[in-house]
DNA sequence: GTCTATAGGTTGATAGAC
DNA sequence: GTCTATCAACCTATAGAC
């Protein structure tokens, strides 16, 4: 019996496969309540499924992780398609601005949890490096962007547009990590709006 | 007998107190090791101590890791006399931004540190908030600054300066995550004095 | 593929002598 | 204040039945 009686506890709904199961369990128990407690047991738990159902998967708790690692930054397709909407260059920066806030949101807590040890960050390290997520595909992007709004004449000619790109991507990871790090504390701050008012009178 | 005879086996000078003994050891485990190796075991072995000897001084391993927060986050006078050294407005920035990474770089394992536990992490953003270390302080510090220079005509007037500030800030913050979480692989991006040079445009 | 049961190890924390 | 000794709890991982 893999589990008709019980309703698997859990919010959304419930997958059918076990291995889901446990990464979409990890997951959330990694966001919610940090690495330190993500144990096999509790995953076991919330999945609805055994503790050894976990490393059958899996092998073990560093491949449980890793696997979490691929699950969460997989579904990433940044800023894909913006650049032939034909925007202002000042949209899009917004929009690529908020994107970009969105998907640290989701990463931060997974990317902060591989700090808490030496290996975990190492191979975290590795696979950012892997699947071409650092930050300078970033910059490669939104840089490459700019140029070719230079040569159109709608960006002033002598912007450094790698320097201003990084200026970006940087504001709104650090924003993410404020949301994700301080909670809902922030309401002293200067709104995004405004920074990216103050930031876009650079294009 | 505290340890005349064995000489404590850290590298640096060996503090005659147990107390400091441990949080110093502490501390260089959170920033080596993460803070999962970070076990009464290891903090005791390190400071060349007892085991019981950290519950006796810290009461229970939670209250070592606040306590390695404060010791970790208390020399800081940030950018402390600046204002008073009369500088160009730009340059100013600029070594607000040199102090601030500085600063991120020793802070951020700490604070990531807390992240691993939701406890932890409500005990770090209450010290922070308590002892006004959030980014709220360095905005007010900035921008307040940034206003006067608005007053003496020094610097453009519809600026946003506390928009602004937060840019720098969030520059200098994301500076540093790169280079705690990425290590040194970040020779692709452009430099912090190509994206200074850029943001100081605005002044 | 999933379960139960358990071995084996590590950790947080306490008791009590010195 | 510092130590040794120890406990109870928890964790990872495996073995073997279904």
């Known amino acids: 019996m893999t589990a008709t009686e019980e309703?698997?506890?859990?919010?959304g709904r419930p997958p059918s496969g076990g291995r889901e199961a446990i990464l979409a369990a990890a997951?959330?128990?990694l966001r919610e309540q940090g690495i330190a407690n993500l144990t096999s047991r509790?995953?076991?738990?919330?999945?609805?499924?055994?503790?050894?159902?976990?490393?059958?998967?899996f092998g073990d708790r560093a491949g449980l992780i890793q696997a979490v690692f691929a699950h969460a930054m997989s579904p990433l397709e940044l800023m894909a398609g913006l650049e032939d909407l034909d925007l202002e260059p000042a949209e899009l920066?917004?929009?690529s601005f908020a994107a970009l806030t969105e998907f640290f949101i989701k990463a931060l807590p997974v990317i902060g949890a591989a700090q808490t040890?030496?290996?975990?960050?190492?191979?975290?390290?590795a696979y950012i490096d892997q699947n071409n997520l650092g930050p300078h595909k970033g910059v490669e992007r939104l840089g490459g962007y700019l140029r070719a709004q230079q040569a159109a004449g709608r960006v002033r000619a002598d912007l450094d547009p790698d320097a201003f790109a990084l200026v970006v991507i940087d504001s709104a990871f650090a924003a993410a990590a404020r949301r994700v790090m301080l909670g809902h504390k922030l309401e002293l701050l200067p709104s995004s709006e405004a920074v990216?008012?103050?930031?876009t009178r650079l294009l």
């Open 7 to 11: 309703p698997k506890r859990r919010r």
């Open 27 to 29: 997951l959330e128990i």
């Open 42 to 57: 509790e995953v076991a738990a919330r999945a609805g499924v055994s503790d050894a159902s976990v490393y059958y998967h």
């Open 93 to 95: 920066i917004r929009r």
């Open 117 to 125: 040890d030496p290996e975990l960050r190492a191979s975290m390290a």
């Open 196 to 199: 990216l008012a103050e930031i």
